[in-house]
């Protein structure tokens, strides 16, 4: 399948003080088109950072370097007014916190007709009818009279759902949904899934899902990636991580989760806080924390490479099945 | 909205009406009396002249008095200046202290907003460096001293404006005494839409904007603007107060014949009656423009608009 965007050696780095933390490092991976990518990792681990960088929306103190392709497109380092073309329209982006990520001060109309003003010329008139058309899509009741109302006056589901709908305005090729369904209770999370579900087949869209959530992630994503450190550790197929995971770290995410078909088994978390940026160990930055750890993690940093089949890839030495030996250990 | 504005105003009513009291009493505490600087009167004259003016009924019914005349829209005679009443030396003055408050509050508030928001855009780059500078110089100069320094460049070396005075209809005139008043208020307003831009700049709803790819500057005018407006619109009533106080100081500078002047020699003639008046009518400036500032508040903030 052909690929919709094509990161290759995606840096982020924030200038502080005197000092730079590097949040994002070497990260290469691609998205293809109408897949559902799932991005996990603990906090900070560089998830939102990574994705921020391609849309330049980056804190004033970020730079990013590498490149994220999108078709011929080159994202990184485009100056802000040639973003614009493409922000919105081909590629979009849904933020982890729906209470505030609405403007407060604009009509939710406005603020959907808006985008399709600019990207698609339309009349103030046309926009209107095609937002409100897209507020019934993403389930939205009585959308005329909501689209008449401010954010405050929309429930933290409703809002998401607003937040969607917006994004889909261009029927973009790139979605980018970070922690869509966090600060949603359980219900309107499920409901909220279902909608990425449908909506990205129906309009052809790539979904990247960042998430916490492994439940999440089983539930939408064809593949996913899992970072760690500013880093990824293992890509490949949402099944295969989930039946062997081959990084100590997937595997920790992995038996952290509660799973309804092993209720009696204990949850393990992962042993350990997560890394310090600045202060990333020499080697494997999960030795700390790793029970699978020999010399070796210690001295040199693994590579992502790829190993076995299935397009899968690992940045870990250690050559075993993990599942299979913590359950005989 | 209608109705919120004529709640507004029926609310103010008694506050109009408490401030005109504790004035009237605190005025009549302090020490000396109209007829006391000059010449002493004989016994027999000063009698007479309290009595035409009430002064020798008990305090609490000159009270009534006063208030009963201001229900009927009758100020009262001025004690200093003879053949006026109060409401004739408020009419005379206040055509051009309008002028002149008004267009210094007007000119504030708008290169106030810009220069806060150029500033908070170019955020410690030069242009903000400039800004922060000249709104340093408008907070820390006090306004006497402002005025004579600005008399002395542009009126007396540069000539290139009039030192003071006034004369009908010309705007020159208007210069110097507008940029004096104008200065720190301009300054207040210019660090709080900095800070509030700023802050505003950095929010999720303003990043939400930028990744729909709407472009700087309608970011900046459409989502941003409004929200970082709220903490100045709710500063300008307050403002307005010391913008005011300002043009009292600001007259006497100029030597303008606004009623800030007369504010200042009646305070000092123990002008009872122009005192009052005078602060009845900066009283219902700043409550008028305190409710107008308040409809615009909530236009801008939409969860104030229907509490
Ligand atoms: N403006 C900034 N200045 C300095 N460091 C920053 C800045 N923004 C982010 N970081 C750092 O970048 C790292 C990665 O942040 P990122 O937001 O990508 O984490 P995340 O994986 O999305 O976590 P979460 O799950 O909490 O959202 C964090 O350690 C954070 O401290
Ligand atoms: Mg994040």
Redesign the pocket.
């Known amino acids: 399948m052909e690929n919709v965007l094509e990161i290759s050696d995606l840096n982020?780095s924030?200038?502080?003080h005197n000092s730079e933390?590097h949040?994002?490092r070497d990260l290469n991976f691609s998205l293809r088109a109408g897949e559902t990518l799932a991005?996990v990792?603990?906090?900070?681990?560089?998830?939102?950072?990574?994705?921020?960088s391609i849309m330049g929306l980056?804190?004033?103190?970020?730079r990013a370097t590498g490149s994220a392709k999108m078709g011929d497109v080159e994202l990184v380092g485009m100056p802000p007014r040639q973003l614009d073309k493409y922000r919105g329209k081909d590629i979009a982006m849904i933020f982890?916190d729906p209470m505030t990520s609405l403007n407060p001060s604009l009509k939710i109309k406005r603020q959907l007709s808006e985008v399709l003003v600019k990207h698609q010329n339309y009349d103030e008139k046309k926009a209107l009818k095609e937002a409100i058309e897209m507020l019934e899509r993403v389930g939205i009741p009585s959308p005329e009279r909501r689209a008449n109302a401010y954010p405050h006056e929309l429930s933290g589901g409703m809002r998401q759902r607003v937040m969607i709908a917006m994004a889909l305005l261009c029927r973009p090729k790139i979605l980018i949904a970070?922690?869509p369904t966090?600060a949603l209770d359980v219900t309107v999370q499920a409901q909220m899934l279902d909608l990425f579900r449908s909506l990205t087949k129906d309009f052809g869209t790539a979904l990247v899902m960042?998430t916490?959530n492994l439940g999440v992630v089983a539930g939408v994503a064809d593949r996913m990636m899992v970072?760690y450190g500013?880093r990824a550790v293992e890509t490949g197929h949402v099944d295969d991580l989930f039946y062997d995971p081959r990084h100590p770290y997937t595997l920790g995410l992995l038996s952290s989760t509660p799973n309804p078909a092993e209720r009696a088994k204990r949850l393990t978390p992962i042993e350990g806080l997560p890394p310090?940026?600045e202060h990333l160990p020499k080697g494997c930055a999960f030795n700390p924390r790793c029970k699978f750890r020999f010399e070796k993690c210690f001295e040199e940093r693994p590579p992502l490479e790829p190993f076995g089949e299935a397009e899968r890839k690992k940045a870990c030495f250690y050559e075993g099945q993990l599942l299979a030996e913590e359950r005989s250990a | 909205m209608l109705r919120y504005a004529f709640r507004r105003v029926l609310s103010a009513l008694p506050i109009a009406f408490i401030a005109v009291t504790v004035c009237f009493f605190i005025l009549r505490l302090a020490p000396g009396g109209p007829f006391d600087t000059g010449r002493p009167l004989p016994p027999n004259v000063l009698a007479n002249v309290r009595a035409y003016y009430n002064l020798d009924q008990p305090l609490f019914t000159q009270y009534l008095l006063y208030i009963g005349g201001v229900l009927r829209g009758n100020l009262g005679p001025s004690m200093a200046f003879y053949d006026f009443n109060v409401s004739q030396l408020l009419a005379i003055g206040l055509p051009f202290t309008l002028t002149l408050g008004f267009s210094a509050f007007v000119i504030a508030t708008f290169v106030g907003v810009l220069a806060g928001m150029v500033s908070a855009v170019y955020q410690n780059k030069w242009p903000d460096y400039v800004l922060v500078l000249a709104v340093m110089i408008g907070l820390v100069v006090p306004n006497f001293l402002m005025g004579a320094l600005l008399q002395l460049w542009f009126g007396v070396y540069l000539r290139w404006l009039p030192a003071g005075g006034w004369v009908t209809g010309s705007i020159t005139h208007l210069v110097l005494p507008v940029t004096v008043l104008a200065w720190p208020h301009a300054a207040r307003i210019s660090r709080l839409m900095r800070g509030s831009m700023i802050e505003v700049l950095g929010t999720n709803y303003v990043r939400t904007a930028k990744s729909k790819g709407l472009g700087s500057r309608l970011v900046l005018a459409r989502h941003a603007i409004k929200p970082a407006m709220i903490p100045v619109v709710s500063y300008l009533g307050p403002g307005l107060s010391y913008l005011l106080t300002g043009s009292i100081v600001v007259e006497q500078i100029f030597g303008l014949p606004g009623i800030g002047r007369y504010f200042i020699s009646a305070a000092l003639n123990r002008d009872y009656g122009l005192v009052l008046g005078t602060t009845l009518f900066y009283m219902l400036l700043i409550l008028v423009l305190n409710l107008i500032v308040d409809l615009v508040y909530a236009w801008l903030d939409p969860k104030v608009r229907y509490s």
């Open positions: 982020v924030f200038a502080l933390v949040a994002v991005v990792g603990e906090s900070g681990s560089g998830k939102s950072q990574s994705f921020l980056l804190a004033r103190n970020g982890q970070d922690e966090t960042i916490h970072m500013g310090s940026l």
